[in-house]
């Protein structure tokens, strides 16, 4: 998992309320990877194999199938016999290592324009413990709340303004944060679509229009939405909203001053994230509740169903009925043409007869 820093800043700045999404390890991903790649089919026994030898003649169909799937099942069995020890080792490892630098979700650079008291400004960051140093009014802070926005998050986070548009320079109609974050190693977000660095993008204008463009390390577009950008930060373990991860000087006063061990519970359960844990059980709750008579809804219609199936079960049958009924007279009314037709020959005959018998007399 990658470690990331809180940041504190030195201006003044109003404690939030926030609502973060808890994240996602990817070291549980990479273990339930491993699992899987370690389970083993159980062997046939010999009585099983019996069974399927006399079976092969109804199974010629499937015999091209599995023709075709064989290899690949032979590769990855070769596969797992061949890495499955390697691959074991290092994630055994992996939790053994102290301290290091991250492979992702670091800040590499930050650029802000038109953002606050900054026309143009551009850091590039170190990997560990980074120190912005300033005289009062200088923008420091403004970092920080260009750090936010850029990620996601809300205005009222930063303490700084009610609205995206409060951050825009004094005299401009349009600011945008770009912010680059490491996307690097075995746990990297899409490397195949984003390479070594993910460029995420925030443009707001003073209309009150956002927008998102979250390029890949070569300049290319690769998603405009919003939901990407919290799914990158999810798996990177980026959580704007926690004061663990950034940390405003009025949300550290809070703490250090707060009179009341209450209030410190409380900051403690914001910052582990435990207080959004019961909030995300209660809507789970809640959900369940509303199945719950959802369903008793349904059941006390269930009877009424029941009832009109019957009944267009009848209408059916009598329908089916009356099918019957109507093509028996049609044939019915077919007989009794082709039987006038029989009679009308007979007729035909004896008349005939009757002639020839005459003409001979």
Not at 23 to 28: G, H
Not at 45 to 73: F, N, T, Y
Not at 171 to 200: C, H, M
């Amino acid at each position: 998992m990658a470690k990331r820093k809180a940041v504190a800043a030195s201006d003044d700045e109003n404690a939030s309320q926030p609502v973060s999404k808890r994240s996602r390890t990817a070291e549980s991903d990479e273990d339930e990877q491993q699992q899987g790649r370690s389970h083993r089919a159980p062997a046939k026994s010999e009585k099983s194999a019996r069974r399927e030898a006399m079976e092969i003649d109804d199974m010629d169909e499937d015999e091209g199938a599995d023709a075709e799937m064989q290899p690949d099942q032979d590769a990855e069995k070769k596969f797992e016999e061949e890495n499955e020890e390697m691959i074991r080792a290092k994630v055994m490892n992996k939790g053994k290592v102290q301290g290091g630098i991250a492979e992702m979700g670091i800040i590499e650079t930050i650029e802000m324009t038109q953002f606050m008291c900054h026309r143009l400004l551009t850091f590039s960051l170190g990997p560990q413990i980074n120190f912005i140093i300033g005289h009062n009014g200088s923008g420091k802070s403004a970092v920080l709340s260009a750090l936010t926005v850029a990620l996601g998050g809300k205005a009222t986070t930063t303490g700084r303004g009610s609205g995206l548009k409060s951050f825009i320079r004094e005299g401009q109609s349009v600011a945008e944060v770009t912010v680059r974050l490491k996307n690097q190693g075995d746990e990297a977000y899409r490397p195949r679509d984003y390479g070594r660095s993910i460029f995420i993008t925030r443009r707001f204008t003073k209309e009150g229009a956002s927008s998102y463009k979250i390029r890949s390390v070569d300049g290319k577009l690769i998603s405009t939405k919003r939901e990407e950008l919290q799914a990158i930060c999810d798996h990177m373990n980026i959580q704007v909203d926690n004061p663990m991860n950034i940390l405003t000087q009025d949300s550290a006063r809070q703490f250090l001053a707060a009179s009341t061990p209450t209030d410190k519970y409380k900051f403690f359960l914001k910052g582990t994230q435990l207080s959004q844990l019961s909030e995300e059980y209660q809507i789970c709750l809640e959900n369940i509740s509303q199945t719950y008579k959802v369903l008793k809804r349904k059941a006390e219609v269930i009877p009424d169903l029941e009832e009109a199936v019957n009944e267009a079960q009848a209408r059916w049958q009598e329908a089916e009925k009356a099918v019957a009924q109507k093509n028996k007279v049609d044939e019915l009314r077919k007989e009794l043409a082709w039987a006038h037709v029989a009679s009308k020959k007979e007729v035909w005959t004896l008349a005939v007869s009757y002639d020839n018998n005459s003409e001979r007399s």
